[in-house]
């Protein structure tokens, strides 16, 4: 559905413009699923990724996440640093929103890059959030301090966004994360 409002190949500011997908060739997996063309390969073994939308006037990316953040062994959050959200916030992004519901395991390390990710978010007001985590998952990333530095929990999560258009989803979750930051504001769905 999103695809008529934004293809990330298609942009000639995505660290992904001009890449050629094919529709029947199955080239990634995790361990031993097969992965739709579709999902990027951003250097980690277990974790590939979408965007579904990015807008440069209002500063704001949607990604969709599939499979395992390992931090342990790949240090995912390094790789998606480097190969993603650095080259996109040098295109002016500066919020993040991550669809989480088809990440199934997190592993942790330290939360360095996290805390230096938000910091420099900050200073833009922008931010970094998880939407629709499982809950072993929020666990874990709790347990590891992460929801110090990202916007995470019940109220993001539960957040029924295929059918909604990306600005109205943006909104949305700003919304839900101003009220977190004790600012009030009331849009809903």
Known sequence: MWRDDYTASEDEKSPFYG????????DKKIYNYLL?????????ETIFIKVLFVDYDLHYAIIECIGEWNDTLNNDIETLLLQLLQP???????????LM???FNFHGSDDLYYEELAENLDEKQGFLCFVNLLEPVQSEMEAHDIHKHVYMGAKLN??????????HLYLYIKNIINQMDGIVDFLEF
């Open 19 to 26: 890449k050629q997908y094919s529709e029947f060739f199955f």
């Open 36 to 44: 739709h063309p579709q999902w990027e390969d951003i250097g980690s």
């Open 88 to 98: 996109m916030m040098a295109e002016g992004i500066h919020s993040f929103i991550f």
């Open 101 to 103: 519901e088809a990440v």
């Open 158 to 167: 539960h957040i029924a966004w295929r059918p909604q258009k990306p600005y």
